[in-house]
């Protein structure tokens, strides 16, 4: 069975310091990974992923990820806050050779950025 | 390209109504995706179309069918709501991945669909 945990439902950082978003997934053999944010009364949008290759992705408006195999890990990472990062974070998992199933999404984290 | 798009955006049902919820892409995508979102549990998969003319159940597809009426859009029926059913709806697509497996792409999602059933 896939499956993903956030353990954190609430984030809160300070404008400027260093954020993380915490993700930690289950699947038999290699993952899928995907982080998603969405901002209010929106549908998700793509932040990043890892198929394969180098464990630190670079994604989209200066967010990073890095997957560590060994402790099934890919939290997400921007070394400096904005207040309009402020949103739901949604890390999802899918097995790589498993073509049957979808994607596991998480519960979704919410990040407040205080100015 | 105006991505995904859903209809409508708010609805409000009396138990035991029918509706349908209309999605559709202008992305060329070959597989499109209903998920439910909950507070606190994430999306959940309801119905994912592969490509076109197959459907398939996800994780929660009671109460629920669907219809992938052509490439470009994907839709989804009540056919006699239940207030468990209150959720927002999001519709999804991506493109297709190596030798038919869209996992390896991201997901493109509509706006979704506020839904209360009284």
């Known amino acids: 069975a896939q499956s993903v945990a956030q353990p954190e439902d609430q984030v809160n950082v300070a404008e400027g310091n260093p954020l993380t978003v915490k993700c930690t997934y289950s699947?038999?053999?290699?993952?899928?990974l995907f982080w998603y944010v969405q901002y209010p009364n929106r549908g998700l949008q793509f932040l990043l992923k890892?198929?394969?290759?180098?464990?630190l992705v670079k994604g989209s408006y200066g967010f990073e990820a890095e997957f560590n195999k060994s402790q099934t890990s890919f939290h997400l990472k921007k070394p400096s806050a904005l207040v309009s990062d402020s949103a739901l974070y949604f890390c999802?998992?899918?097995?790589?050779?498993?073509?049957?199933?979808?994607?596991?999404f998480g519960p979704g984290t919410r990040l407040s950025v205080l100015p | 390209n105006a991505g995904v798009t859903q209809t409508p955006k708010f609805q409000v049902l009396k138990t035991g109504q029918s509706m349908t919820l209309q999605c559709a892409q202008d992305?060329?995508?070959?597989?499109m995706y209903w998920y439910r979102q909950d507070p606190g549990m994430g999306l959940r998969l309801i119905y994912y179309?592969?490509?076109?003319?197959?459907?398939d159940k996800g994780e929660v597809p009671n109460g629920y069918n669907v219809s992938r009426l052509n490439k470009r859009e994907f839709s989804l029926r009540l056919e006699s709501a239940a207030p468990s059913q209150t959720s927002v709806y999001f519709c999804?697509?991506?493109?297709?991945?190596?030798?038919?497996?869209?996992?390896?792409?991201?997901?493109?999602f509509g706006p979704g669909t506020r839904l209360t059933v009284l």
């Open positions: 699947v038999s053999g290699n993952p899928y």
């Open positions: 999804a697509s991506s493109r297709p991945g190596l030798a038919g497996d869209p996992a390896r792409n991201e997901q493109f």
């Open positions: 179309s592969a490509s076109e003319g197959t459907t």
């Open positions: 890892y198929i394969t290759g180098d464990n």
């Open positions: 999802a998992v899918r097995a790589q050779d498993n073509y049957g199933q979808n994607f596991v």
């Open positions: 992305m060329n995508h070959n597989s």
